[in-house]
């Protein structure tokens, strides 16, 4: 027979079965369930609803802790590859990789321009990259009546930066997301 108030463990089960609204009511409902267990014992009633409490309480805390684990986990993972400033040493040792594992045997247009890029000093190379890498206005360029696209400026200055230092026939050979590229491997601090 039933209290007033339900067979004991009748609260337990609902707040397990909310459970999934923070936590908190399925921490309450395993409490309340191994309370409920207790008093069913007791009364000498089933523990059923009790058990079930308990069961469901702990599957919703297992499930919100791995969520959270997994939340946790991915936020780690792009904070550390996304947003970690780029040192000069970590830059260097990606470009020197790039370097050798270019086939020295290949002749292509973009390794004969590689090949002119590591002639030039550093402080020309610099030069250089802060030709190709601005976005903002047209390097060497008057003035227009047009106001060209972020996209029209960098393709513009890449070209500009690029003729600098390897003749026009070899520039025509090369395209243009291969000079973008390009610049954006050797100028990537």
């Not at 904070?79 to 002749?107: F, G, K, L, M, Y």
């Not at 050979?173 to 390009?182: A, G, H, K, M, Q």
């Amino acid at each position: 027979m039933a209290g007033p108030y339900g067979t004991p463990g009748t609260g337990a089960l609902w707040l397990s079965i909310f459970g999934f609204v923070c936590g908190i009511p399925a921490i309450l409902g395993i409490v309340f369930g191994i309370g409920a267990r207790r008093e069913a014992k007791q009364r000498g009633r089933s523990p059923a609803k009790a058990n079930w409490a308990i069961g469901i309480g702990l599957a919703w805390i297992i499930l919100i802790v791995s969520q959270w684990g997994l939340i946790i986990g991915a936020f780690n993972s792009s904070d550390s590859t996304d947003s970690a400033p780029a040192d000069n040493a970590n830059v260097e040792s990606v470009q020197e990789s790039a370097r050798e594992s270019v086939d020295i045997a290949d002749n292509s247009p973009i390794t004969q321009m590689a090949s002119k890029w590591q002639e030039l000093p550093a402080k020309r190379q610099n030069e250089l990259c802060e030709v190709a890498m601005n976005t903002e206005e047209v390097v060497g360029a008057a003035d227009s009546a047009i106001t060209p696209s972020r996209e029209m400026i960098r393709g513009y200055n890449v070209g500009a930066a690029a003729l600098e230092f390897i003749s026009s026939s070899l520039y025509e050979e090369i395209s243009d997301p291969e000079l973008i590229r390009f610049f954006n491997i050797r100028c990537a601090n």
